[in-house]
């Protein structure tokens, strides 16, 4: 039908122009074959009859008329009070041919559109399923101890805000456990500073030997009881390192889970710890004073390490003292590097040499003074240096690097003799 019209249209815009019959005749044949133009008041055969023709030109409106072989459309086209009529024949194998191809082309659509739909849904479908199965899995992670374990929030808006949701629980649930194992390490060395003050008052009394010499039932009482006295003491500062050591053990552990670079402020750890000790320090008379703690100096090593490391080093100097030997705790920055030095006016190391390569003590101890301080140190790429201290004691300096700076390795061991000597004339108790 379409090509009818085209054809009717170029026949009828001849008519409308006013064209001769040259020119009239030139549009038929441009037309095609199967057009005829019917002047008014003249009949000329064609595929319908006079009376068909002459009804379209009095309606005034295009006719479509089935006929046995096609279907013929009618024109009417009107010029200065006279209508002609444009006859088209559209043959019955064209039209079905059309239908055919429409009816074919409509099918292709539908099948695309249907396979489309097909493939979104699927896809949707499959990336809900797996954000779905993920979390699942990092849900049964979480609940057998894997508190490292995160996911990425994937899916359906739903399920994504269930995904973070889920990440934030597990980093709560890992601040917990630290905070909670700082907490037990915290509260034993909280323990151990009466124990100190407990030891050292033990050491004081009478003998404990029920072996040498004749004692009346009185004496062999009150040495028995001296002797319990010791190995509770004994027996107790055992335990309360074994709970130090397995607390940082395990809070180091899952700072290496998490694979989170360490870093504190150095200063704010020396004051911190001070405070701790200060208590004991006044209980036994000791002296004391904190150098160079007053502004913000920042290592790349986690707050709770250098705290230990710091509490063990200061620990040894009130196990292996006698009370009322002085000490110092100094800070310093020079070159890209921190030195934190712990200096005390007692006999001093024999041996420091042999102490570092040993790391920890053969006096009883946990050996937490050098071996922690030296972990500590060389985690940041700086070492721990043995020496005489200028109040006459040892002087033990952890050498960290400075977060703000970068070391300068040339400098580094010469820096380490240089801030182990240096002293603030600062009189009174710690700034």
């Known amino acids: 039908m379409a090509v009818a019209e085209r054809s009717s249209a170029t026949v009828a815009g001849a008519i409308a122009a006013g064209a001769d019959k040259k020119a009239l005749a030139a549009a038929v044949t441009a037309a095609g074959s199967n057009a005829v133009v019917h002047p008014a008041g003249v009949n000329v055969p064609g595929r319908v009859s006079a009376a068909e023709v002459q009804r379209t030109a009095d309606s005034g ?45 409509l099918l292709g659509i539908a099948l695309g559109l249907i396979t489309g739909s097909v493939f979104v849904v699927d896809r949707l479908a499959r990336g809900a399923v797996n954000s779905a199965r993920n979390l699942v899995q990092a849900a049964l992670k979480v609940g057998d101890g894997d508190l490292g374990v995160r996911i990425q929030p994937s899916g359906p808006r739903e399920l994504a805000e269930a995904g ?56 062999l009482d009150r040495r028995r009881g001296i002797r319990r006295i010791r190995t509770a003491i004994v027996t107790l500062e055992g335990e309360v390192n074994d709970l130090i050591n397995t607390t940082r053990q395990a809070v180091a552990a899952q700072v290496a889970d998490t694979a989170k670079d360490g870093l504190c402020d150095a200063s704010e750890v020396v004051r911190e710890r001070m405070t701790f000790w200060s208590a004991l320090a006044g209980d036994q008379n000791r002296q004391y004073k904190v150098i160079g703690a007053q502004m913000r100096i920042p290592v790349p090593v986690a707050r709770a390490e250098l705290a230990a490391a710091l509490d063990a080093i200061l620990g040894n100097v009130f196990r292996y003292t006698p009370q009322g030997t002085a000490f110092e705790v100094g800070i310093s920055r020079r070159d890209g590097w921190v ?46 240096s043995l020496d005489r201290a200028a109040l006459g004691g040892a002087s033990v300096v952890m050498l960290l690097a400075d977060a703000d700076a970068a070391p300068k390795q040339a400098s580094r061991f010469g820096l380490v003799g240089r801030l182990a000597r240096e002293r603030t004339n600062r009189p009174g108790r710690p700034e």
């Open 61 to 105: 409106d295009i006719r479509t008329i089935d006929i046995s072989d096609g279907v013929v459309r009618l024109e009417p086209v009107t010029v200065a009070g006279k209508t002609s009529v444009v006859e088209t024949f559209v043959p019955a194998a064209l039209l079905k041919g059309n239908t055919g191809r429409d009816w074919l082309l």
């Open 164 to 219: 973070y949701a889920f990440n934030r629980m597990a980093d709560r649930l890992v601040t917990a456990r630290t905070d909670e194992r700082e907490f037990v390490a915290d509260l034993s060395h909280r323990l151990r500073t009466p124990l100190t003050a407990l030891r050292l008052d033990a050491e004081a009394l009478d003998p404990d030997d029920t072996q040498v010499g004749m004692f009346d039932q009185a004496e």
């Open 339 to 384: 030195a934190v030095r712990v200096d005390d006016a007692g006999s001093g190391i024999p041996d420091p040499e042999k102490a570092m390569q040993r790391g920890q003590s053969n006096q009883g101890s946990t050996g937490l003074g050098l071996d922690i301080a030296r972990r500590a140190a060389q985690s940041t790429g700086g070492s721990v």
